[in-house]
């Protein structure tokens, strides 16, 4: 069977979006804690066993380590020990179990070997399962607190053991195994093999770093001169098979690891396909951190090119850019408006545009193509108007930036000419304005029936969530991935009362935000943040977070202050929903 595969940090994402739209933790590892069970009945029914004194009575080793793996594995634990003492129409109706007569009639002692102590296991999840297992009958707890407690005793049950399950690390291990990884996977490994024991490892074989491009860990960090470690092997363990849930993942399809995985089963465990299409905290993952030892400038410089008629605007794309977590943030704009804006926060860093105009024109542009050298993204739009010569600056500015943002007057079609080549830029339109910006598009003959003509009324972006079938979004993707395609790296946020973020590659939704957003200005702020987020990050996760985080803001502000809510009041909060966000990925 082929399955769709995701990596270790877009299923870490998964996790935390589906905490944030209300899926428990505690749900999820509920389910998969259950796939591990019946996974575990199958592959007993299917092996037997020479070493059972009596029919169906079978002894299972678990190993769980102090994360969510581990609670995982308490969670299998106290399912095998209920199954074990009920009838088998439950069973006879699980994915992945066949031939599972008798099963009202099986004896199953549990063994949870537990590396470290009770107080060291890290999630509520995990300890609330840990404590749900403690006093059942036929589950036996086991520690190793110190280096060779215990040891005695685990190797007596692994040498009793019909199924060793491996739960001690999960995809998020990287780096190097501590001396109790060790001792135990080498222990599982030669037990496995001299006994001739299955082992299913859970999410993946302990010893794997998903992020290591041969998949293998590094060397332990454990003296050699100690006669009892020096001939220990730092290798994965060698599983009979290895369950994984919601997807495959593209780690686990590493051929190199194919002879430690075994066979690979992947369990649903209740992820629906909401969490997946819309934005959440979890997609601030793969934005890059902000070093604790940074100096000023370190975590962003982002060059405000706008005003002229309106001076507002560039205020709040400079300010919102600032809230966003940019240390410098410089503003360039027409002499007119220079002043008027300086005079708005003390925090900013106003340029006067030296072309003698109210307006951005073409004799700006070399000295703004200087102040872009010291910057590490561009605003531009907010407040510019659409003026002819506006225009012609606008394309000659964007010829030789990097890093962009365009927003406002500056969405024009002539864009679509340069060379994308070497670009990360972040387009924020409405609808009106994406039209205008697709207006005269040609597309290859495949493509030939798509139209993003301003009289073409059959594509219509605004939509709500009963448009949310696999075929619509499949429909519309199709559509949009041509216009990116356009542009190279670029990503595009339509901005709507639910935004739609996508490139050439990929689409998400994202349903922050509210209809008091509407006020003037909001947009502006939207284009900070993302200079903000573009100045260290690509385009699409830059777009993604920005539209996230603008519009949680909002939601904030509403919450806090009710309908009638001002731009500078969702300023003010734009802190705060990073707040939240934190509380969620940290």
């Not at 209300?22 to 019946?38: D, F, K, Q, T």
């Not at 409405?430 to 029936?449: A, I, T, W």
């Not at 079938?469 to 429909?475: G, H, I, M």
């Not at 595009?492 to 009362?497: H, L, N």
């Amino acid at each position: 069977m082929s399955y769709e595969s995701i990596s270790a940090t877009e299923m870490k994402i998964i996790d935390i979006n589906c905490k944030y739209r209300g899926i428990s933790p505690l749900i999820l590892m509920e389910n998969a804690g259950s796939a591990i069970a019946r996974k575990s009945f199958s592959i007993l029914n299917s092996n037997g066993s020479s070493k059972t004194n009596r029919l169906n009575c079978f002894n299972v080793v678990f190993f769980a380590g102090k994360g969510n793996n581990g609670g995982d594995a308490f969670v299998a634990a106290r399912h095998m020990a209920g199954l074990s003492e009920t009838d088998d129409s439950y069973t006879n109706n699980l994915n992945d179990v066949n031939n599972t007569n008798n099963l009202n009639d099986i004896q199953i002692q549990i063994h949870v070997v537990c590396l470290y102590s009770e107080c060291d296991i890290k999630t509520p999840e995990s300890k609330l399962n840990f404590n749900l297992i403690k006093n059942i009958p036929s589950i036996d707890i086991i520690f190793l607190d110190r280096e060779n407690e215990n040891l005695s005793n685990i190797k007596k049950v692994l040498k009793s053991a019909n199924l060793i399950i491996d739960a001690l690390s999960g995809t998020g291990f990287s780096g190097n195994l501590r001396i109790k990884e060790s001792i135990i996977i080498s222990l599982i490994n030669e037990y496995s093999s001299n006994f001739n024991i299955p082992v299913l490892s859970v999410d993946v074989p302990s010893g794997v770093d998903s992020n290591c491009s041969n998949g293998f860990s590094g060397a332990s960090n454990f003296d050699s001169s100690n006669s009892n470690l020096n001939k220990l092997k730092e290798i994965p363990i060698n599983a009979t098979s290895t369950v994984t849930f919601h997807k495959m993942k593209t780690f686990l399809e590493n051929p190199l690891l194919k002879d430690k995985t075994g066979d690979i089963s992947v369990f649903p465990i209740g992820i629906p396909k909401t969490v997946e299409r819309f934005v959440g905290p979890g997609h601030f993952l793969n934005l890059s951190k902000k070093n604790p030892l940074a100096h000023k400038g370190d975590s962003g410089k982002v060059l405000i090119i706008g005003g002229g008629p309106y001076t507002g605007a560039p205020f709040f794309s400079a300010v919102s850019a600032l809230k966003a977590g940019s240390d410098i943030v410089t503003v360039a704009t027409p002499a007119a408006a220079a002043n008027v804006i300086s005079s708005y926060s003390p925090d900013l860093i106003v340029k006067t545009l030296p072309g003698n105009s109210k307006f951005l024109c073409e004799d700006d542009v070399p000295y703004i193509k200087e102040l872009i050298k010291s910057h590490d993204s561009v605003v531009i739009g907010p407040g510019l108007g659409d003026y002819p010569e506006t225009k012609d600056a606008i394309i000659s500015i964007l010829s030789f930036c990097k890093r962009a943002v365009i927003d406002a007057d500056a969405i024009i079609s002539e864009i679509k000419t340069l060379d994308f080549s070497d670009k990360q830029f972040v387009f924020t339109p409405h609808k009106g304005e994406f039209k205008r910006f697709c207006s005269n598009l040609s597309f290859d003959s495949s493509n030939s029936d798509l139209s993003f003509d301003a009289s073409d009324s059959t594509f219509d972006l605004n939509f709500n969530s009963s448009d949310f079938s696999e075929q619509f979004l499949s429909d519309l993707f199709l559509k949009l991935k041509d216009v990116s395609k356009i542009c190279g790296n670029s990503a595009f946020i339509f901005k709507g009362p639910i935004d739609i973020v996508f490139s050439s590659e990929k689409m998400l939704l994202n349903d922050t935000g509210n209809s008091e957003m509407s006020v003037g200005g909001t947009g502006d702020i939207l284009a900070g943040i993302t200079g903000s987020i573009l100045a260290k990050n690509n385009s699409f996760d830059a777009a993604a977070c920005s539209a996230f985080l603008a519009g949680l803001a909002g939601d904030i502000t509403l919450e806090n202050t009710g309908p009638g809510l001002l731009a500078s009041d969702i300023v003010s909060n734009i802190s705060k929903a990073r707040i939240k966000i934190d509380s969620y990925i940290s």
